[in-house]
């Protein structure tokens, strides 16, 4: 396979996954569900269980959208995803046989694995949890762009303390349907 056919691949599958945690931590549903193929996909979040995207979407809204007390977010979460491993399947027939010198046609399937750190503040009950995991996922090109097809996640360790005296701020929460992904063009 091109290198620069590659890379680009690559790079667009980067910027995917960025934008899905960018959408987690702006309680952006609209732009979480975007990250993922039209109709079909599986969505395996361990302890939240297995199911659709479209699924996954209602619990997410059900999780990020919780209202505090106060009033304000009840969950303010971070998601630090990093070390990748990303594997581009070769093109299947346009532009040559799959992984021929030269090969120039765009690759169209292709599996990565990330390591998350993941950080969230419930504000009901005053704790703050960190924990660790590996995504395995399976990534697709849909109408031109780079979505996943199957996001499967497996928890690692964690740890959940409470925030007793801790003062916890936030700006003011506005969703903006879409913004985590718009102009996204891979």
Request: proline share 6%; with cysteine.
């Amino acid at each position: 396979m091109d290198y620069e056919v590659e890379a680009r691949a690559r790079v667009a599958i980067e910027q995917l996954k960025y934008r899905y945690w960018r959408a987690c931590d702006a309680k952006d549903p609209r732009g979480f569900r975007e990250c993922f193929v039209s109709s079909g996909g599986v969505v395996d979040f361990g302890p939240l269980g297995r199911t659709d995207p479209d699924t996954m979407v209602g619990i997410f809204e059900q999780i990020a959208l919780a209202t505090a007390a106060d009033g304000g977010p009840r969950i303010l979460d971070m998601h630090h995803g990093f070390m990748p491993s990303i594997t581009i399947e070769p093109a299947g027939s346009h532009g040559g046989a799959p992984g021929e010198p030269g090969t120039t046609a765009e690759p169209t399937r292709a599996t990565g694995t990330w390591t998350l750190q993941f950080r969230q503040i419930d504000r009901d009950k005053g704790t703050e949890t960190l924990s660790t995991g590996e995504y395995s996922d399976v990534y697709v090109v849909e109408n031109g762009r780079w979505v996943m097809a199957e996001c499967l996640f497996t928890p690692g360790w964690s740890v959940t303390r409470e925030l007793t005296g801790a003062t916890v701020t936030y700006p003011e929460v506005t969703t903006t349907p879409g913004a985590a992904t718009e102009g996204a063009e891979s």
